[in-house]
């Protein structure tokens, strides 16, 4: 191939210059000051939500969700209100991924662990499905690569063990596991295979700022002066690792490939978690059912009786393993429903408007659309506006401050032949505050203080630029995660498909980047592609 430029890109799920800034300018991460001082750096604004999903599928298509289809890690199941994780997240990407296209022009391809590329698809190359990707199934494209890469760099694990580890030295142990399994198979695959495209996912980044955000926030509810003294700074700890994985990357790369790093959302501190359900209840949009069972369970659940109090105290009774390893989660729920208050209590032929999903989404009950949809067509406007006006006008009254920093209708944000399966409402929330996930009731409260997590997503990751014929120390403005794809492909002298949203960051590139050869070579690609479609179609007929 005439193009001999590679591109490597790195994705560090939730990474964020608040933390990467500061941290480089005291010397802590050297290969990131390296990669500002050398490189092109800015904000990249995720999607609405700035959430894992639907941020990484909007990135590999270049599209909003309403044109690829995926808007979060829940859907609802057929005819029914129940929750289900997508299982198959890669066919439901309805538009083609970068390593797609970049395959069809003959580029070959490695793609390691980015989140929703399971099942794997068949791809000009190697591909390693990431995060969604189920236990004991085949997660490599070819299969057979799946042996050939246990031959040659050991046991692999598609995602680390400990999602949530007391201790935060077990936590790294395991993060740091997994990122060095990942780096393994970047050397190998970009070695052995020499892709023109290579890309890799860390989800470490996002898994310990959910994490150990708590030690870098003294006003964090989870802050613990103890564990500070004892444990110091454990999320720089695994910053400092990547930029150590880094600093290998740069020994792997040479002067002809371009790298580019990237996270999907940023990540800040978390105070409190919100329960729109609550809101829904407390507004009288979601009605319970008027039997006396689900009437005293209700009940029970105000005084206090929610899957959240009864871990805490059977944390403080020393039985908490026995609630989270004994017994599979989903068992956990259906005990927990039989016996506290659920979604299997809620009327929905009264209910208006419920929330699902991890991303602060609101549904409205439509006539026709849901299972027992009860909101009749002409209703539907007046009430998505009321609701609106509602969530809008929020507040936390422990501190008079806005909970929501913006709500958005579907349409406002999402176009495409998949606006129809998007929820009707979509609420951001203001810094600290979180919407807690899925639809069930895990506590009675609108607005309680975090548990668990102690960091929470921002809308602006990361991204930055290294190479030859990328501006040194430079700052890009309003870059946005769909216009990666389109960079990308512009590096690679292909065109943008006219239905993506993204444009490319023309910014990034030196004064004198060959634009114009490159756009003429891409044009000639272009052209021989189309004069060979059309050798096919009458090599088909001349069959016939
Ligand atoms: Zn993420």
């Known amino acids: ?43 990249l604004r995720s999607t609405i939500p700035h959430a894992t999903i639907p941020a990484w ?14 808007y979060d890690f829940f859907k609802e199941k057929k005819s029914s209100y129940d929750l289900t994780v997508e299982i198959n997240p890669s066919g ?42 189920p236990p004991k199934v085949k997660f490599t494209y070819p299969h057979e690569f799946q042996n050939e890469l246990i031959e040659n760099i050991g046991e692999y694990n598609v995602f680390f063990q400990a999602l949530s580890a007391k201790n935060p030295e077990v936590l790294l142990n395991d993060l740091n596991k997994t990122l060095e399994t990942r780096f393994k198979a970047v050397e190998y695959l970009w070695t052995e295979k020499k892709p023109d495209f290579l890309m890799m996912v860390d989800n470490g980044t996002d898994r310990s700022e959910h994490e150990l955000w708590k030690y870098l926030d003294k006003q964090n509810p989870l802050y613990e002066k103890k564990k500070v003294e004892k444990y110091g700074n454990p999320l720089l700890k695994y910053y400092k690792e990547v930029d150590k994985t880094l600093g290998k990357i740069l020994k792997l790369i040479d002067e002809d490939t371009i790298l580019l790093l990237m996270s999907d959302h940023g990540q800040g501190s978390l105070h409190k978690f919100v329960n729109l359900n609550m809101f829904l209840i407390k507004e009288g949009y979601m009605k319970i059912k008027k039997n006396p069972l689900s009437k005293i369970k209700y009940f029970f659940f105000k005084l206090g009786f929610t899957p959240k109090n009864l871990y805490e105290l059977l944390r403080k009774i020393g039985m908490e393993r026995y609630a989270s390893d004994r017994i599979s989660s989903k068992t956990k729920l259906s005990i927990l429903n039989k016996f506290l208050f659920s979604t299997s209590d809620i ?10 999903g991890v991303t602060g989404s609101i549904t409205i009950n439509l006539d026709g659309r849901q299972p027992d949809g009860c909101v009749s067509s002409i209703k539907y406007e007046s009430l998505v506006n009321e609701i609106v006006k509602k969530l809008n006008n929020l507040n936390d009254n422990d501190n008079n401050k806005k909970i929501i920093k913006k709500v958005y209708r579907k349409d406002e944000i999402y176009k495409g032949a998949y606006l129809d399966q998007a929820p009707d409402i979509v609420a951001i929330p203001e810094e600290y505050y979180e919407f807690f996930g899925m639809h069930g009731f895990t506590f009675n409260k609108m607005l309680v203080k975090t548990f668990g997590n102690s960091g929470s997503h921002r809308e602006n990751g990361i991204f930055m630029a290294f190479g030859r014929g990328i501006k040194n120390n430079y700052e890009v403005k ?9 960079t990308v492909l512009y590096i690679m002298g292909i065109s943008q498909p006219d239905y993506m949203d993204g444009k490319v960051i023309s910014d990034i590139f030196d004064d004198d980047y060959e634009f114009a050869k490159v756009e003429g070579k891409l044009r000639n690609i272009e052209i021989e592609k189309l004069k060979i479609k059309d050798l096919v179609k009458k090599l088909k007929k001349d069959i016939i």
């Open 1 to 43: 191939m005439e193009n001999k430029k590679r591109i490597m890109i790195i994705g560090l799920d939730g990474s964020t210059f608040d933390l990467i800034k500061p941290w480089s300018e005291n010397g802590y991460l050297p290969i990131f000051k390296k990669l500002l001082k050398e490189g092109v750096h800015g904000n």
């Open 57 to 70: 599928p909007s990135f590999a298509t270049g599209c909003n969700p309403g044109k690829h289809g995926l």
């Open 92 to 133: 439901a990407i309805n538009k083609p991924t970068l390593w797609k296209i970049l395959g069809d022009y003959g580029y070959n391809v490695s793609v390691i662990n980015v989140p929703a590329t399971y099942p794997p698809s068949r791809v000009n190359g190697y591909m390693i499905t990431g995060m969604l990707t």
């Open 347 to 356: 009327d929905w032929s009264k209910t208006k408007a419920f929330s699902s």
């Open 478 to 486: 309003d870059a946005n995660i769909l216009d990666i794809t389109p």
